[in-house]
């Protein structure tokens, strides 16, 4: 009985209490109570992490090391776990613990939640909405988020995926863009419908459990682990595919998308980092906690499909990003080419691509998290989302252009950046036993450096221009279509005018100041920088030393394709056996 | 026999000594000036390039000084700094290795470098956003450093895509310009599309051999089938000739030119572009085993020195003929390499010249469009020799050096490769050996071109005037500019004696890629020196008689051959990707957003507007007559009983 996970769902969603009777407080006082109790799961979570870490060498060391055999009477598969009777007529506990795999989650969750709350410090809402019940939806969704991850029996785990939708569906529909009712009800129906598939996959695999052990059904998490193999294929196969469909609509897969970029363009933009960051990430979560470890007859049998899916979303979710004209709707679309890498990574049965799938889900929580909150900073200055509307803003807004590079350089994954780590596991991963689909999605990387550069040239360079840089009036004098493409000069005797004929850039070659037209507004605040810089750090930071949060991940990386009945290579069998224990 | 320490390749040895202890401070140097620098902010504006360019200046002595105890006691090392990629059996360690091939690498990638550092604080020195520059140029220094030291293909490529970052940076550094912007993404995009190829071979080799590293991988291309052999040497190649600028991923190069000069001297012409000349070199353990793949590195080399020589012909851009000329160069070191058996080092002497004799061109370029208020258009120039007498020197050492003047670098360094290429054998090396000679004749007429064109006859900018509406008045450019600059050309006229005379270098680098065989071809080596000597000749006097005979038009003329259409076109390179890339991206672009908003979209869409109909239509129904409820349970009733029939008797 370890008290530190009630903790870290129970607090925020105290908080999210105290928010909704805090009307007569002053704002100011509201916002850092709220920012105080997003606060409480961070520090939590480091004592989390330490006693997962110290437990790793002994972690595996019961368990055999093929699925097949009779598990040893206590699992371990979980550290730091909390167990009460809830339901107990269908054997429903509510049990929570941590993997390599929830810890990291759950350590983003706890990490990202504060930034957010920075970030939305003067969020402007639309007209009648309070920041108290906009602080407070988001600590709700917190606490649900960490219950989905921390979540051991299934049965809690989609209670929690369900709750877990609520604060999101207000987010939305409550504090969004124009056309936020129509982008919550999108949201609200997709996963419901998921949902629902999933609720009756439960119910079989509660039945299927029940034929198979005397001692009746179970729904834990550790207890269904053992007797996965047991699960005929064609019961496996029915259950896999209402798990498997909630889980590719989460996630998002392609042609399940259609919902996130409605979603997180109109949702909040604190909402929306929150969404595309972490909440997505259930999806791929839910393959690797429930599809390969319970279901892997089935998850074999279909892997094919969700490669072909994955593959497609990381090739189509590149290319249809390159055509977007809103900013938001674009980060939205990169996100569904980068889950293609993470569900690829889910599917391919190796160590090397399971752990770069997890890290995967962290980086890609990082680095969008990052292009996310500036885009909202971005829009939030210029009024629009319409990429057309900007541009030149790194000579106006240098730090913000900088971030945002890095923020770029990370979803390219560039060599330096943590998404580099990741996405080179999981090729690296795939390639090894399914060559054709990993040559396939290595033209995505391609494709990733087209878009976002694109969008980076777009925005941030070139002369200032654009009606959301500049002002409507201003954008006619300097705007548009009339700039110079090449500086190299044309050719003509000095009486010929052509160089008062186009608007020029602002500086010539050598940055003599030119007059340059004055922007409605300047670079990052101290307040934005501050939020931003954690996730700035980190991504250098776990591109160049990303051992601390691999360790972690790999053991149960390897636990899972095991368990999967794959085939795991010779070093993370030794590991698994105890036999070189802590590296 | 020292102990075997995990991680350390056969060969060498760990646990360094003297100035190698030292060796991490190579990297960490610059990549700390890099950080500090961008991090500093506008405190640090007025000493920032003083502390950049000392850290370079460090970093070279370190190299100095590893050189000297590597060479005289110690022998090849490597150092093992933390594990870096754990995962299940797969396990990258973060390693260098110091060797001959790294070594020279190391000090040419220093060392001109640092003289490229002291160059810029003079060029840079009125640009508002100097200490960006600064600090792009020392994160460039150190990705290129961690290209050449890392110990395994991971390290190489993180190397390899962070030159290519730095590149992106520089190139595009005047952001405001449209067109550098352009250029800059133009560069990393093509760049990637190599890197593609250098992450595949990675992904086969850990398939194949279950490891990365340089020397795990070496060891065992025994066990390998010659199939994966080749497939490897080819993708290594694709990563190569993106980085390199050789067909079919030439185009960015010559666009790359829009970055400020110094960057197109050190990382456009000296370094970075080389490094696909690197990576050939070093992974000659492979390409010894595949003459398939041997070849088309060769072919690669020949079809690329003839095209950038022809397209350097018809440029009016001093920085783009410099540029082609950087491709035809490098087309020379790919030829080299792809020769194998031991014309690998005659390869890397060619690139150490050329990185002395380019370098020195691109700075003159750079002093020459310093005084021309930064025109490149060498049609508006003309008689600057006495204006700018000391760049004039420069680029006259560099011009001689390119064009293999005798005794000077380009000499030594070049001829040998033509030499080798005739001795490949058969048609084989009579095509290659005449590619080379060609192309010889062809670099000899351009450079003389632009040498007249910029220095020599009229001077055609007294009547023009520059796009930002000033007059031209050509100064010579500081000491801190032409201190380099002479340096620079001091290497470029000794270089290649220092280095080629007594096979030197080859030997020196041998215990890496294999030793020099000297083989005999068809041709003496005298006859081919006097037939290079002849072609050149014949090129400088054809360039003199058309550019330096008669007045040069300050507008190109318009009627022109196809041919040199063809050349002026970027010997059509930009017309393929636009025809077999762009366009059809762009069309593949609108098409996916399309598809998804009315196809996937519309599809979900049309469903809830279908359940919304259906309701509505059967809400008829609901009209709280008893009538039509009873009809409806009668009709329902009907339908029962009729299936029940059905099944019952059918």
Known sequence: ?583 | MTQMVAGVPSGYVAAPEGWVQYGWLLLVLPIAGAILLLVGGKKLDRIGHVISTGLVVAAFAIGLGMFFDLETKLGPMSQQLFDWIPSGDLDIGFGLQYDALSMTFVLLITGVGALIHIYSIGYMAHDPERRKFFAYLNLFVAAMLLLVLGDGFVSLYAGWEGVGLASYLLIGFWSDWPSAATAAKKAFVMNRVGDVGLALAIFLMFREFGTTSFSGVFSQLGNASSGTITTLALLLLLGACGKSGQVPLQAWLPDAMEGPTPVSALIHAATMVTAGVYLIARSAPLYDLTPDGQLVVCIVGAVTLMLGSIAGCAKDDIKKVLAYSTVSQIGYMFLAVGLGSGVYGLAIVHLLTHGFFKAALFLGAGSVMHAMNDDVDMRRMGGLARRLPITFGVMTCGYLAIIGFPFLSGFYSKDPIIEAAFAAGGTKGWVLGGAALLAAGLTAFYMTRMMIMTFFGDARWKDLRSADGREYHPHESPPVMTIPMILLAVGALGAGAFLAIDHRYVDYVAPVVGAFEEEHGPLSALAITVLTLVLVAIGVVAAFLLFGRRAVPVTAPAHVSPLVRWARADVGGNAVNETLVARPGIWLTRMSVYTDAKGIDGAVGGLAAGLGALSNGWKRWQNGFVRSYALSMMAGAVVLVLALIVVRYS
């Open chain 1, 1 to 583: 009985m370890n008290p530190l996970l009630p903790l870290m769902i129970g607090l925020p969603l105290v908080g999210a209490l105290v928010m909704m009777f805090s009307k007569n407080l002053p704002v100011r006082t509201a916002k850092f109570i709220a920012l105080g109790f997003s606060l409480l799961p961070l520090v939590l979570a480091v004592p989390l992490w330490i006693a997962h870490r110290n437990s790793l060498p002994v972690r595996y060391a019961d368990l055999p090391a093929t699925p097949t055999a009779t598990p040893p009477g206590t699992l371990s598969l979980f550290s730091s776990t909390f167990s009460v009777d809830w339901i107990p007529a269908f054997g429903v506990r509510f049990s929570l613990g941590v993997d390599g795999i929830s810890l990291v989650m759950i350590a983003l969750i706890a990490l990202l939640v504060p930034i957010v709350l920075g970030a939305s410090w003067e969020e402007k809402l639309p007209a009648g909405r309070s920041i108290n019940g906009y602080f407070g939806l988001l600590l709700a969704l917190e606490g649900a988020m960490i219950g989905v991850f921390a979540a051991t029996d299934v049965f809690l785990f989609y209670v929690m995926f369900e709750v877990m939708l609520i604060p999101m569906y207000f987010l939305i529909g409550a504090y969004g863009g124009v056309r936020r009712t129509y982008a919550a009800t999108k949201f609200f129906l997709y996963s419901l419908l998921g949902g629902l598939m999933m609720l009756a996959s439960l119910i079989g695999l509660y039945v299927a459990s029940a034929d198979i052990r005397p001692e009746g059904g179970t729904l834990d998490f550790a207890e269904l682990r053992a007797i996965a193999s047991q699960i005929p294929l064609s019961t496996q196969l029915w259950i896999f595919s209402g798990f498997a469909l909630a889980f590719a609509i989460k996630a998002p897969l392609i042609p399940f998308h259609t919902w996130l970029p409605d979603a997180g363009a109109e949702a909040p933009t604190g909402a929306g980092t929150l969404l595309v960051g972490v909440l997505d990430k259930v999806g791929t979560f839910g393959f690797l906690r429930i599809c390969l470890p319970l279901l892997p007859a089935a998850s074999h049998k279909l892997a094919w499909l969700f490669l072909l899916l994955a593959v497609i979303g990381i090739l189509y979710g590149a290319i249809v990003a390159a055509g977007q004209t809103d900013i938001k709707r674009f980060v939205t679309y990169t996100s569904i080419a980068h889950f293609g890498f993470i569900a690829m990574g889910c599917f391919v049965f190796t160590t090397q691509a399971v752990s770069g799938a997890v890290l995967y889900m962290v980086n890609h929580g990082l680095a969008t998290g990052l292009l996310f909150l500036l885009v909202g900073m971005l829009t939030a200055r210029g009024g629009s989302r319409q990429l057309a509307d900007y541009g030149g803003v790194w000579k106006v807004a240098p730090i913000m252009g900088g971030f945002f590079l890095i923020g770029s350089l990370a979803t390219i994954a560039v060599p330096g950046t943590n998404s580099f780590i990741s996405e080179f596991l999981v090729l690296i991963g795939t390639f090894r036993v399914q060559p054709v689909w990993a040559v396939l999605a290595t033209v995505g990387i391609v494709l990733a450096a087209v878009y976002m550069l694109w969008i980076f040239q777009r925005v941030f360079t070139g002369p200032v221009r654009g009606s959301a840089v500049l002002g409507p009036a201003a954008s006619d004098i300097a705007g548009g279509g009339t700039v110079p493409v090449t500086r190299t000069p044309v050719s003509a005797v000095s009486t010929d005018p052509h160089r008062v004929a186009v608007a020029e850039p602002h500086t010539d070659a050598h940055g003599h100041a030119a007059p340059r037209p004055k922007a409605l507004w300047g670079d990052l605040s101290k307040r934005e920088i501050a939020v931003l810089t954690p996730l700035v750090v980190l991504i250098v930071f776990l591109g160049v030393y990303p051992k601390p949060v691999l360790e972690v991940i790999d053991p149960v990386a390897a636990r899972t394709v095991v368990d999967s009945g794959s085939p795991v290579d010779a070093i993370s069998q030794q590991y698994l056996i105890g036999q070189e224990a802590g590296r």
